[in-house]
């Protein structure tokens, strides 16, 4: 597609409940970031993919967050047991370069808002 | 571990007048800085960046910054504002050789006529 796309735009979830947010990056990138801002905060960084393998998972907050791009292209972040503190939009990023060495800002998606209620 | 300060949350100024966000980053390494702009409900677009060479960088809709390695800074900076520049900015940078980047909390550019 022309640019990163990601679904669904809003989402409210019960707490407890589990959520998965989707992640469509531009055709043929490599790279594909998720970041989680929080309201009011600049955006941290979850976890990074260079085609199918997950390189970098430091930043995910807890075991209840998981993430796949099994093949290479779409990308699906999960939480499970959503707590009030996972509230926050989702962003998503993909580049055309492998990581090291990115010369580029990422292209970044939209977002998913997220709401624990 | 890097960090970005951008030492103001909020920027109020008048249509046509000229604004200037600040950004200070720490690193004890070589870094990339970039400057991105968040319209309402939407992604990050990027703005400009630093790469490396001439210090005083160029960006779409008429902004520029200024990077001062002794300073430690990164100034973002347009001379004539518009209301369309309305909208929340952060600094950003990444380390030399990582792909991830580490964001400030933002500055809100309000523009009023």
């Known amino acids: 597609g022309a640019g990163v796309s990601q679904s669904p735009r809003y989402k409210v979830a019960k707490r407890g409940q589990d959520v998965a947010l989707r992640c469509d990056p531009i055709?043929?990138?490599?790279?594909l970031f998720w970041y989680q801002q929080a309201l009011g905060q600049g955006p941290e960084f979850l976890t990074y993919?260079?085609?199918?393998?997950?390189?970098?998972k430091s930043g995910l907050p807890s075991d209840r967050f998981f993430a796949e791009r099994p093949e290479g292209s779409v990308s699906t972040l999960k939480i499970q047991r959503t707590q009030q503190e996972d509230s926050a939009v989702y962003l998503c990023?993909?580049?055309?370069?492998?990581?090291?060495?990115?010369?580029?800002?990422?292209?970044f998606g939209s977002g998913t808002r997220l709401t624990v209620v | 571990a890097q960090s970005v300060t951008q030492l103001d949350s909020q920027v109020p100024v008048f249509e046509e007048a000229p604004v200037e966000l600040r950004c200070n980053y720490s690193s004890s390494v070589s870094v990339y800085l970039f400057w991105y702009v968040q319209y309402p409900n939407q992604g990050l677009q990027l703005l400009l960046k630093y790469l490396s060479g001439s210090t005083l960088v160029k960006g779409i809709n008429g902004f520029e910054a200024e990077f001062n390695k002794s300073q430690t800074s990164f100034h973002l900076r347009k001379p004539s504002v518009h209301i369309s520049d309305t909208a929340e900015y952060f600094c950003?940078?990444?380390?030399?050789?990582?792909?991830?980047?580490?964001f400030g909390k933002g500055t809100m550019l309000l523009v009023s006529p």
């Open positions: 990023a993909s580049s055309p370069r492998q990581g090291m060495g990115v010369e580029d800002g990422y292209t």
């Open positions: 993919f260079q085609n199918e393998a997950q390189l970098d």
């Open positions: 055709s043929g990138h490599v790279s």
């Open positions: 950003a940078v990444r380390r030399s050789g990582y792909s991830t980047l580490t």
